[in-house]
């Protein structure tokens, strides 16, 4: 590996703006990979790095890049719930329906975690499938129930998927629904929500 391409990928990772932007002029590879095959970019992402992301943005890095891991900066984003990030990352058109490991799109993520206004953003500024289905066999409405604590958060966000058309009979891979998870937990207001 080239040094400047080392120099990028440390600048990324600590959020070092004026360093991302001093190895790009440089001529570091904007697509440079580190041991984990992640990007300078992902590495930005990964740590809300915002202004380094936006360095990088503007010199072409690509959103929807995997790691070994099969996350991207634009996947990331739903693990972080990071709207400015996704601000950043929206305008360089990311694959909306690019995967990670699990199968899950950038709102699953952020649906298990509560990351309530990310969701908001995502459901309001994208034509992300609500409906996409993750390899587990779940999509966002479930995994805000089955992995979410039944809280304000998680219930806010299955108002927000409903609302965007979430399709509340859609069942897991057992064929058990939202509304059946919701009432073994216990969760009586999200399983409310879903009558």
């Known amino acids: 590996m080239k040094a400047v391409d080392r120099q990028l990928l440390d600048a990324a990772r600590a959020g070092d703006a004026a360093a991302v932007r001093a190895a790009v002029e440089a001529g570091a590879n904007v697509e440079a990979r580190d041991t984990e095959l992640r990007t300078p970019l992902l590495l930005a992402s990964l740590g809300n790095h915002v202004e380094a992301a936006r360095v990088l943005v ?3 890095a690509d959103v929807d890049a995997q790691d070994a891991r099969q996350d991207s900066a634009w996947l990331v984003t739903g693990v972080t719930g990071s709207v400015a990030m996704l601000r950043v990352l929206l305008p360089a058109g990311p694959d909306l329906r690019r995967t990670n490991r699990f199968g899950g ?5 952020a649906s298990e975690r509560g990351h309530v206004v990310y969701v908001r953003e995502v459901l309001a500024v994208t034509d992300i499938d609500v409906d996409h289905v993750n390899r587990l066999g779940w999509t966002a ?3 805000a129930v089955i992995l979410g604590d039944g809280g304000p958060a998680h219930q806010e966000i299955v108002r927000l998927l409903l609302a965007a058309g979430a399709d509340r009979e859609l ?5 058990v629904s939202a509304l059946a998870h919701a009432e073994r937990r216990g ?3 999200i399983a409310e929500l879903l009558r």
Do not use: C, F, R
């Open 171 to 175: 069942a897991d891979g057992d064929g």
């Open 187 to 189: 969760y009586a207001e």
């Open 58 to 60: 503007a010199a072409g």
């Open 141 to 143: 409405l479930l995994e």
């Open 105 to 109: 799109v950038s709102h699953i993520p």
